[in-house]
């Protein structure tokens, strides 16, 4: 598929969220507005809240990895996607994008494969059972070093 900048002209770089259970939306919505960004909420479920004229809710149908894939089939160089899944930040990473995790975790080509290997060892520990599959509780200063990493990489990116 295309990317949608060429569609739309634009020039700047586009925010992909991925948007189901996503913890940070109103806070991407926020540096997006401040840098006049456009913002792609993708998710497989309708979302509701308010959003301004650069935003975008874009409603896939249910089931696995459909949010995932619009998201890598369209994000490109330059682009930040916003994802807890570390699968999704890889196919990311490997188009050139910036990736940031919802806990303000940036992803990069030198620990993408480390967070990939606890990935699937956390997942044989939950299938043997010895782990329960617990996921530490979201807290403010994941919040406040959300906001701090984004801003700082969307600055970034406008440097370059």
Not at 35 to 63: P, Y
Not at 121 to 138: D, M, Q
Request: charged share 30%.
């Amino acid at each position: 598929m295309e990317n949608t900048k060429h569609l739309y002209n634009y020039s700047m770089l586009d925010i992909y969220v991925d948007a189901d259970a996503c913890p940070v939306k109103e806070e991407v919505l926020r540096v997006a507005m401040r840098h006049k960004l456009r913002v792609f909420l993708v998710s497989n479920s309708w979302i509701n809240m308010a959003v301004g004229a650069n935003v975008q809710k874009i409603l896939v149908e249910a089931g696995a990895d459909i949010a995932d894939n619009w998201i890598a089939e369209r994000i490109g160089e330059g682009d930040i996607a916003i994802t807890a899944d570390i699968l999704l930040a890889d196919r990311c990473l490997k188009k050139k994008a910036s990736v940031l995790g919802t806990t303000g975790r940036a992803f990069n080509d030198d620990n993408i494969g480390v967070a990939k290997a606890m990935r699937d060892l956390s997942a044989h520990l939950r299938e043997t059972g010895e782990s329960s599959g617990y996921n530490a509780v979201f807290s403010k200063q994941d919040r406040s070093r959300f906001l701090q990493t984004l801003e700082e990489i969307v600055q970034l990116i406008k440097r370059r």
